[in-house]
């Protein structure tokens, strides 16, 4: 994007600007979230994970399917020694893997004695990976001209947005709603949240969810879009968005502890980005605006969705890395803190960078200024590296203090150990 690859350089459904819709919400969002689920559902509902030794094959699948569409795109641009015949097999290769880790979810979750409300955000989620998934796939077999007639003009025409509501809207925020009602409960030690806007939430957002498929439904069975429906979903998406961020500042304001860590300011400022995104694209879908239209999901793929998870890691990646170096050591010798892995003086800065980017970026895409939004680009390009970087010091026990300066230093990537814990 920093190099002026896609929109709005190039039109909003150019074959280069779906090489980088598809990295950033299977890339990026959709391997982070499901690496979050495979870490965190068994905290969420108490069971150990099924089939541990699948994850890796399904990380695979995704990795190749990926691939395989991203070429099959560049094919559609005109790159030479391509075709875009591989597009359906890239989404077939996505759609194994999808399942694949969706099998090992799902069968996780039938394992528990009763599901926590958080999870239900996940199961629905998880419903919405894999229509997004199929629907995909039969999107890339009209752009490879597999699928033609009627159906595949109404499917252009009307099941792009489907497919990027059920993927942004379905798969990527139910399932970010879900852990983050744990994980922000957890991190802030507030007491979790049950009452009736917290049920608001999910069943407003359950209802979105089954007008959507019912708008999918109407689409495959008349070639046209559901009217009804899709009002349904969005004056549904919208109350379920209200509560969730209206329960989450209940949380906030119920923690036990009095200061904010870094990770859960910048959380903070992600949730201010699912507000913002959710009320730019009401008017974006109202007025018609196309630059509105790309700068709400801008700010919710990259503002609300990124920024989350880049905030959630900067404390995940030092917990687990406390967990395999110095947790085996409680009670025998004096042992850091989690918050002793990191330097929030240091990485305070690359936060701000990314998140005053991300505003600053929207707005260019909402006043069409092209050269503007390369920059302010860059500018979140580096806010991110920044941020990585921070993840590989505190993964390096590079920040710890000078006590425990001489500790062995875990693998970069891999675990020492292959063993699985619930915490």
């Not at 108490?46 to 695979?60: C, I, M, N, Q, T």
């Not at 870094?262 to 196309?290: D, K, N």
């Not at 390009?381 to 970087?389: F, P």
């Not at 590079?398 to 699985?420: E, F, G, M, S, V």
Request: proline share 4%; hydrophobic share 60%.
């Amino acid at each position: 994007m920093a190099a002026g690859f896609g929109y709005p350089n190039d039109g909003l459904m150019a074959p280069r600007t779906l090489v980088v819709v598809h990295l950033v919400t299977i890339g990026w969002l959709s391997l982070l979230m499901l690496g979050a689920l495979l870490q965190f559902l068994p905290v969420l509902i108490g069971r150990e994970l099924v089939w541990p030794r699948l994850s890796p094959v399904a990380l695979s699948l995704l990795l190749i399917g990926l691939a395989l569409l991203l070429c099959g795109f560049l094919a559609l641009d005109g790159l030479h020694g391509l075709s875009a015949d591989i597009l359906p097999f890239g989404g077939l290769i996505l759609l194994s893997g999808f399942c694949l880790a969706a099998a090992i979810l799902f069968t996780t979750l039938l394992r528990a004695s009763s599901l926590p409300l958080p999870a239900g955000f996940v199961v629905l989620g998880l419903i919405s990976m894999l229509v997004t998934a199929m629907l995909g796939e039969t999107l890339a077999s009209v752009l490879a001209g597999l699928v033609g007639g009627d159906f595949s003009v109404a499917l252009v025409e009307h099941g792009v947005g489907l497919h990027a509501a059920f993927g942004l809207g379905g798969w990527l925020t139910l399932a970010a709603m879900g852990v983050s009602y744990r994980l922000v409960s957890m991190f802030l030690v507030a007491p979790e949240r049950k009452g009736a806007l917290t049920a608001l939430a999910f069943w407003s957002a359950a209802v979105a969810l089954g007008a959507l498929v019912g708008a999918l439904f109407a689409l495959v069975a008349t070639n046209t879009s559901w009217s009804l429906g899709l009002a349904l979903t969005g004056i549904a998406a919208i109350l379920a968005v209200g509560a969730y961020l209206i329960d989450i500042a209940a949380l906030y304001r119920t923690r036990r502890r009095a200061t904010l860590e870094l990770h859960m300011a910048g959380a903070v400022a992600a949730m201010g980005m699912l507000g913002l995104g959710a009320s730019l694209l009401t008017w974006a879908l109202w007025s018609g605006i196309e630059s509105a239209l790309a700068a709400s999901m801008h700010v919710l793929a990259l503002g609300w969705l990124g920024g989350l998870g880049l905030a959630m890691l900067y404390k995940i990646i030092p917990f687990l890395t406390w967990l395999e170096c110095f947790a085996p050591h409680m009670g025998r010798i004096t042992t850091p803190r989690v918050q002793d892995l990191i330097n929030e003086s240091r990485a305070a800065p690359w936060f701000v960078l990314y998140f005053a980017a991300e505003l600053a970026g929207a707005a260019a895409l909402l006043l069409k200024v092209e050269h503007v939004f390369q920059l302010t680009t860059m500018l979140q390009l580096l806010g991110a590296v920044g941020l990585v970087v921070q993840y590989v010091r505190a993964r390096r026990l590079a920040d710890l203090p000078t006590a425990w300066k001489n500790h062995p230093r875990p693998r970069l990537i891999l675990p020492a150990t292959r063993k699985r814990s619930v915490v």
